[in-house]
């Protein structure tokens, strides 16, 4: 799945995009306001980390910006302005969490996972889908309780479509969300990426519906 990341310390944004990567996330990063509100705006991300204090375009500006176009994508505010009120205009400006510095890795990761989760219409680590089931914690597959091995772009793509709530997605979809929208992949290779996937772990556990798209059986 895609996340972008607004931050201007280049320090910051290496850890946190390094965490989110090896969460099983594909990170887009901006350093300014208006470039995080471009993307955001023709984007689509399936979560989105933002600093207040940019250049350009401060992040509150961005989020309402956001908002008043109605793009929904879940907003975690990562901050150095940790007051209450500062939480609270964050919040009120469309945020979905406020998270504020300094702070640990590993509980912004945890954050964003549960804003994709609830996003997707999941409240447990576990998302499970007919005989599929997904640990986003531990990013294991398993079928029917069987621990499963998958690549980690295997385990992108699994992840993706049980986030979607049965919805069908389309390869376009796919190859954004697994690759950025800049990549340049067809609908043969993701056509190739289930077919591998089908091999491993049953050939019903994806299903393909013609001209549409793909869907997790059972979802």
Same mark, same amino acid.
């Given at each position: 799945?895609?996340?972008?990341?607004?931050?201007?310390?280049?320090? &910051? /944004? $290496?850890?946190?995009?390094?965490?989110?990567?090896?969460?099983?996330?594909?990170?887009?990063?901006?350093?300014?306001?208006?470039? !995080?509100?471009?993307?955001?705006?023709?984007?689509?991300? @399936?979560? +989105?980390?933002?600093?207040?204090?940019?250049?350009?375009?401060?992040? &509150?500006? +961005?989020?309402?910006?956001?908002?008043?176009? $109605?793009? %929904?994508?879940?907003?975690?505010?990562?901050?150095?302005?940790?007051?209450?009120?500062?939480?609270?205009?964050?919040?009120? !400006?469309?945020?979905?969490?406020?998270?504020?510095?300094?702070?640990? &890795? #590993?509980?912004?990761?945890?954050? +964003?996972?549960?804003?994709?989760?609830?996003?997707?219409?999941? @409240?447990?680590?576990?998302?499970?889908?007919?005989?599929?089931?997904?640990?986003?914690?531990?990013?294991?597959?398993?079928?029917?309780?069987?621990?499963?091995?998958?690549?980690?772009?295997?385990?992108?793509?699994?992840?993706?479509?049980?986030?979607?709530?049965?919805?069908? +997605?389309?390869?376009?979809?796919?190859?954004?969300?697994?690759? #950025? !929208?800049?990549? !340049?992949? $067809?609908?043969?290779?993701?056509?190739?990426?289930? /077919?591998?996937?089908?091999?491993?772990?049953?050939?019903?556990?994806?299903?393909?519906?013609?001209?549409?798209?793909? %869907?997790?059986?059972?979802?």
């Amino acid at each position: 799945m895609r996340a972008l990341l607004v931050e201007d310390d280049d320090d &910051i /944004a $290496d850890d946190v995009a390094r965490a989110l990567t090896s969460a099983g996330y594909l990170v887009e990063r901006a350093a300014d306001g208006e470039n !995080a509100w471009f993307l955001g705006d023709t984007e689509d991300f @399936a979560v +989105v980390v933002l600093d207040l204090g940019l250049p350009v375009l401060d992040g &509150i500006s +961005v989020l309402k910006r956001w908002r008043a176009a $109605d793009r %929904v994508m879940p907003v975690l505010i990562l901050s150095a302005r940790g007051a209450w009120t500062e939480k609270v205009d964050g919040i009120e !400006a469309g945020a979905d969490d406020y998270l504020a510095k300094p702070f640990e &890795i #590993g509980e912004l990761v945890a954050r +964003v996972r549960a804003l994709t989760r609830r996003a997707g219409g999941h @409240a447990s680590s576990v998302l499970t889908i007919g005989k599929l089931a997904l640990d986003t914690r531990r990013m294991a597959v398993l079928v029917e309780g069987v621990p499963q091995k998958v690549s980690p772009l295997e385990y992108r793509l699994l992840d993706y479509l049980a986030h979607q709530q049965g919805r069908t +997605v389309s390869a376009g979809e796919l190859a954004d969300h697994l690759h #950025g !929208a800049d990549g !340049a992949v $067809d609908a043969n290779a993701i056509e190739a990426l289930v /077919a591998r996937i089908r091999r491993k772990i049953g050939r019903d556990v994806i299903e393909t519906r013609r001209g549409f798209g793909y %869907v997790l059986s059972g979802a």
